[in-house]
């Protein structure tokens, strides 16, 4: 921390995060199954591949590492387990996040960005893109269990 920052500052931006979690967290707490999607829901672009048979003692490891084609986020999902936990991300706006979900079971994730978005993801293995147009921290969410996956700084 530079000299010249108060620890206030600090303080401060992590209650402004903690709020900003809680918040995010009730949203999606209060969305039942039995209920109807949102008006106007925007779907990320996601495509399901068949699942791959891997050997128990390869694990998955998530990763932000970039490719050609931008920022990737590995998922992996086992019952109620979950991982990565709320992985920090830095993103242009505009720039797509490649989000490789590995998971025993379907269900979704949720972009809390301004425009919210939905990526559903089927067992086995999906692949989808996230691009957040507007700048901030935005937090990706698993709707089951609402594990915050991702908090992505979107600059």
């Given at each position: 921390?530079?000299?010249?920052q108060?620890?206030?500052?600090?303080?401060?931006?992590?209650?402004?995060?903690?709020?900003?979690?809680?918040?995010?967290?009730?949203a999606?707490?209060?969305?039942?199954?039995?209920t109807?999607?949102?008006?106007?829901?925007?779907?990320?672009?996601?495509?399901?591949?068949?699942?791959?048979?891997?050997?128990?003692?390869?694990p998955v490891?998530?990763?932000?590492?970039?490719?050609?084609?931008?920022?990737v986020?590995?998922?992996t999902?086992?019952?109620d387990?979950?991982?990565?936990?709320?992985?920090?991300?830095?993103l242009?706006?505009?720039?797509?996040?490649?989000?490789?979900?590995?998971?025993?079971?379907?269900?979704?994730?949720h972009?809390?960005?301004?425009?919210e978005?939905?990526?559903?993801?089927?067992?086995?293995?999906?692949k989808?893109?996230?691009?957040v147009n507007?700048?901030?921290?935005?937090?990706?969410?698993?709707?089951?269990?609402?594990?915050?996956?991702?908090?992505?700084?979107?600059?």
């Amino acid at each position: 921390m530079p000299t010249h920052q108060r620890p206030l500052g600090r303080f401060s931006t992590t209650i402004a995060a903690t709020f900003t979690l809680v918040l995010a967290l009730a949203a999606c707490a209060g969305a039942g199954e039995d209920t109807a999607p949102p008006a106007g829901r925007a779907d990320a672009k996601s495509s399901v591949t068949p699942s791959v048979a891997t050997s128990p003692a390869a694990p998955v490891t998530p990763t932000t590492e970039p490719t050609d084609l931008g920022p990737v986020l590995t998922v992996t999902i086992d019952g109620d387990e979950v991982s990565p936990n709320a992985e920090e991300i830095d993103l242009g706006t505009g720039e797509k996040l490649l989000v490789e979900i590995d998971s025993d079971r379907a269900g979704e994730l949720h972009v809390h960005a301004a425009s919210e978005q939905f990526v559903e993801f089927a067992e086995g293995t999906t692949k989808s893109e996230i691009v957040v147009n507007t700048p901030g921290t935005v937090e990706v969410e698993d709707h089951d269990t609402s594990a915050v996956v991702a908090l992505i700084e979107v600059r």
